[in-house]
Every structure is written in C-alpha cells, then in structure tokens.
C-alpha cells in the first residue's frame, strides 16, 4: 500500500498546477497519478492536424510560470505539452509523477479517514484527494446506424489516427465544434473530397494569431514586466466579453455583427453562405475563431451536408434525403462527454455512495466547484459549473488551488483530519448558481455540450472570473464539517 497525504489524479493543467503549489508550498508528501505515459492532459492526448488553443498563449498558461519564449499568439498543441512538460521539470515535480498509473477506484473510508485507490500500479491511501481528470477528456461518439459495418477507417478527433491514410481519399468529418474548425482546413487540402456533416453552424470569429517576433521574445526575457502586462490586457481583453455573455445579452449583437461580416467576407456563394450563418445567439455555444476554416469549405473538393444521417453503410454515409456518398474515412469531432461528469463516476464517499448516482440524482454539483457533500476531503478542479465560454480556465484552475492549499493550511492549524462541505452551504451554492444562469447567453435556447439532457447547466461559471477568484482566496471553515484528528472514529461495521 502506498500512503501519501495527498492524492492528485490527471497531470494535466489541474493536476501539474496542484503538485507545483504544493511543492512551493513546502508540502512534499502527495503523488500525481496519470494514466497516460506523457505529461499534459489535453495537450498530450489531443494530436489532431491544427490543434491549438483558442485563448493566447500568454493566457493560457501558468501566472507563475509565464513562458517568454511561446512562437506565437496561439500556440500549437505541441508547444503547449511541451510547455507542461518543462514545468515539471522546471518546478521539480517529476519524481513525483506516476505515468502510466490508471485509477480505477476510489473510496472513502470512514474509519480510517483516508481515501483508498485503486490503480493499475497498485492501491494507494491517501487523506486528500485532488481530481483534476479533465472535463473534457471522455470522447463523445454518436451512435449511428450502421456504423459497425463500415469498411474504412473511423477515429474521434481527440485519438487521431495517424497511420491513417487520408492523402487523396474521401473523408467525412462530423460536427463542427472547436476540433472541426481546427482540422478542416489541415485535411481540406490532403483530401480528394472533404465532406462537412453540420447539425449547427457555429459563430466564428477573425483569429488574431501571429508569430511572436524575436524581439519581443527577447523583450519577455529581459523584461518579465513586460509579458505580464501583455497577458494583464489579454485578460482584461477577454473578461469584459463576461459583461455581455452573464448581464446584458443585447450587448452580444455586435460580436454578433463582426462574426456574420467574417462569414460573408470569407464566403461569397449565397448558397453555401445561408448554410454556415448561424441561427442561436453568439456566445451560446463556444465562440470559435478561424481564419482559414470557411475558406477551406469554399474549395472545390469540400462540402457542408446539412441533411441529417440516417445510416452509415460499408462504403459511405447515407443522409436523410436518401444521397449516399462514398467514404473512406469518417472523423468524428464531436466532442467530448461533459454534462455527466464521467471521469469521476468511479469515485465513491460517505457510505459508498458513487459520485455517478449521487450526481444523477441531483445534477452534478460542487461548492465552488471544488467541494462536494458526503465526498470528505476531496476537491475537483475544473469541476462543475468552473468551464469558461469567455476566458481562461486556467485562471480558474489557479483560483481553485489556492483555495485546497488553504483548506490545508486551516486543516494543519485546527489539526483536522476531515472537512466536508455542508449539504445546506453546497444546495445555497447552486441555487445561486443556476438563478444566475438563468439570465445569461448559455440559456438563450441553444443546444450545447454545456448543458444536461435536463436541460440543467452544470458546466459553466456564470460570471466574472475574478469574482471566483474571490470566492475561493479563503476556505471558510463554517461552510463545513470538520472532524479533528482526535475525534473519535466510527466503529468499523461488522461484514
Ligand atoms: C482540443 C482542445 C482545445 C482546448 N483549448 C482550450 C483553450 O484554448 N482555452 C481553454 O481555456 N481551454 C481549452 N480547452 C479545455 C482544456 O481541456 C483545459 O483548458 C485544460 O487543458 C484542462 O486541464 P485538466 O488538467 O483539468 O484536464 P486534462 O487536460 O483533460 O487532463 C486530465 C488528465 O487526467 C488523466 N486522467 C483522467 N482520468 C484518469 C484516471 N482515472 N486515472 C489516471 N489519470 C486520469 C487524463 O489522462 C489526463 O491526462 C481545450 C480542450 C480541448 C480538448
């Protein structure tokens, strides 16, 4: 059995940003537990042609580990794993990191007051446990009629297939998400036909991205001053967006308006042009950014399909009209499980109950994202209702940490040897939450993957993330029960 006081799950942004604060902390005795065998979470696992943030780089990436050297605006994934991977080296956590190592299971043992896992490297116990296993890290796949018999080759954005022979063949990509708009036009040109199966067009944004010249990376090494206050504008640049996206939605209609002149600046056929205008309010759905996506459908060897699937067949996909076109690759960017929560189904608290059916019942919920009721001692990062249609979420992740370090911090002081959100300070929570969501851009009527099939939005922070981050600079130990590490401990129940 491995004993630590803290257990983190992901090595991705959560996962890294934790064991670096703790390190810096002076807190030395936690293991971060990572299933894949490479560092970076999203930027490891997403290989995808043109895979790059839509956040600058200068954003979207560590306060305290600013990165001078970034060759541009927006960074390609492999910068970006890279990036993840010189913190580790950078902050000296690496000897703390179990690659390879997938947990399986987790519980909490109420006699113990210790968390007890499973892992594919052997069980573990630890007092804390630290999810940051991703929001966006479980593929979503429809599933289509047919689909089993088909003869060539079938992969999701986020497991790209890279023997796959795509050079001068005929493949579909379904959906038209972040991904979609991202590996377009990466295959566009490969292919000899490019079939774009659309259930709704997305708003799509002008992408100010560029190279980052030698001099001002030579500034942002000399003049780390300077750096910060680029990402302080880009920060202020993206927060104001919050203003129209969570008070006024009316102030959307000029974003609304510079998306729409995009649209018909890039495309001229009227025909294709009504097929990609959006028809839900900009900022309900994530707000995409291309220069070179709408140009890629405007080719010759491209076409948006807008009739729905009916079947995919042994050599192609069939739509609703009865049209049958002949594949030999069909890409599925249709994003990620989010609403259910499913990488942490596996985790089980008070009384065995599973995170899965408790969160089923209810909706998934968690007191500042963080804390859950019946699950002592644990905190997601990025969990529920912490997703950004505006922002970083890195900001947010920060934010989230600094709050378990100060949970630590009250713990060590009162010598305490649980904690756990009151069922009544997590329920005022999200009430609160949702009355917010009510008034703003994510409820105006469109379908997303933010929302529950209830129609519930468990996923987004409806608000300013400053105001998060305010909320989570101090653990206010009367938001929960607290056991002393003397008290005495339930009797274990007979088997
Ligand atoms: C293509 C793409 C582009 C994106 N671009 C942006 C952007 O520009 N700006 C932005 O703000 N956000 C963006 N996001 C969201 C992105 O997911 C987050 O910004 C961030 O990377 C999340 O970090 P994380 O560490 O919480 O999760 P992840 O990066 O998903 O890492 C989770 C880690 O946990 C591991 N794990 C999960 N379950 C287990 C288990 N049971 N046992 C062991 N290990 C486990 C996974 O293998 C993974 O390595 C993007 C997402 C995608 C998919």
Redesign the pocket.
């Known amino acids: 059995m491995n004993d630590v006081r803290i257990a983190i ?7 890294l940003g934790m064991a670096i604060r703790l390190r810096q902390a002076g807190i030395d005795d936690f293991v971060v ?4 065998h490479e560092v ?7 290989s995808y042609p043109g ?1 790059q ?3 600058p780089s200068h954003l ?1 990436s560590f306060s305290f580990a600013p990165n001078p050297n970034w060759s541009r605006t927006y960074s390609p994934q492999e910068e970006i794993q890279r990036y993840l991977h010189e913190c580790v080296d950078r902050f000296g956590v690496g000897s703390k990191i179990r690659l390879g ?4 299971a987790a519980e909490w043992d109420e006699v113990d007051r210790r968390w007890r896992l499973e ?1 594919s490297a052997g069980p573990f116990r630890a007092q804390i446990l630290v999810t ?6 479980v593929p979503s796949r429809p599933s289509l009629p047919g689909l089993d018999d088909f003869e060539g080759a079938t992969f999701h954005s ?1 497991q790209w297939d890279h023997g796959a022979e795509l050079d001068g063949s005929r493949v579909a990509v379904i959906g038209t998400g ?2 979609a708009i991202q590996l377009v036009p990466e295959i566009q040109p490969r292919v000899e036909r490019l079939h774009l199966f659309q259930r709704t067009a997305p708003w799509v944004f002008p992408r100010t991205d560029r190279p980052i010249s030698n001099a001002e990376r030579w500034l942002y090494r000399r003049v780390p001053l300077a750096q910060r206050l680029v990402r302080g504008a880009v920060y202020a640049n993206f927060e104001s967006r919050a203003v129209a996206m969570t008070v006024d939605t009316r102030l959307l209609k000029p974003f609304q308006a510079i998306a729409r002149r995009h649209l018909h600046r890039q495309v001229e056929d009227p025909e294709l042009r009504a097929k990609l205008e959006p028809t839900y309010l900009i900022g309900c759905k994530r707000i995409l950014v291309s220069n070179d996506y709408y140009p890629a459908l405007t080719q010759a060897n491209a076409e948006v399909v807008t009739d729905p699937i009916r079947a995919v067949t042994r050599s192609g996909i069939v739509t609703a009209d009865g049209t049958e076109r002949e594949l030999d690759a069909i890409v599925f960017a249709t994003g ?1 499980k989010v609403a259910e929560w499913p ?1 942490l189904g ?1 985790v089980r608290g008070r009384e065995g109950a599973r995170l899965a059916d408790v969160w089923h019942e209810r909706g998934a919920q968690a007191y500042l994202g963080t804390a859950i009721a019946g699950f002592p001692n644990m905190f997601s ?2 969990g529920p209702g912490t997703a ?1 249609g505006h ?4 900001y947010m ?1 920060e934010s989230q940490i600094a709050y378990v370090l100060d949970c630590l911090r009250v713990m060590d002081e009162r010598s305490l040897a649980a904690v756990e959100v009151e069922p009544a300070v997590q329920a005022a929570y999200d009430a609160e939450i949702q009355a917010r969501l009510k008034n703003t851009v994510w409820a105006s009527g469109c379908a997303s993957w933010y929302l529950h099939p209830s129609g519930r939005n468990p996923t987004i922070w409806p608000s300013f993330t400053f105001s998060f981050r305010r909320r989570t600079r101090r653990f206010d130990p009367s938001d929960y029960r607290l056991e002393a590490a003397h008290a005495a401990r339930p009797a274990p129940v007979a088997a």
Do not use: K
């Open positions: 799950i992901g090595a991705g942004f959560s996962g537990l990572e299933r894949e970076g979470g999203t930027w490891w696992v997403n895979c943030c839509d956040i979207y190592c997938d947990v399986t892992t940051g296993a991703g929001a966006l890290s986020s972040a991904s990620f990488t596996f990062l990025l950004l922002n970083s979420v890195v992740i």
